[in-house]
């Protein structure tokens, strides 16, 4: 399932957290792959990667840790 396939199917359910719930139990399924998850969910904001300290610290090191992606391949 695409991310546009997705967004498509939640617009049919009316509440935003069941539509949030639904979404985060077809990805645990492996029914929606991590990197369309990632997209909607950010689309949708149920995800602020500031309030992470880990996330919002590897997105101000993103180029280094794609230097060690490539580095591992």
Known sequence: MNS???????QTIRDA???ER???A???????S????????????WVNL?????FAAAARHSTVK?????AID
């Open 4 to 10: 546009e396939e997705l967004n498509w199917l939640l």
């Open 17 to 19: 957290e069941t539509a």
């Open 22 to 24: 639904f979404a985060f």
């Open 26 to 32: 077809q990805y645990e399924h492996g029914r929606i």
């Open 34 to 45: 991590p990197q369309v998850m990632t997209h909607v969910a950010r689309e949708r904001g």
């Open 50 to 54: 500031t309030t992470n300290r880990f």
């Open 66 to 70: 794609a230097e060690l992606l490539v």
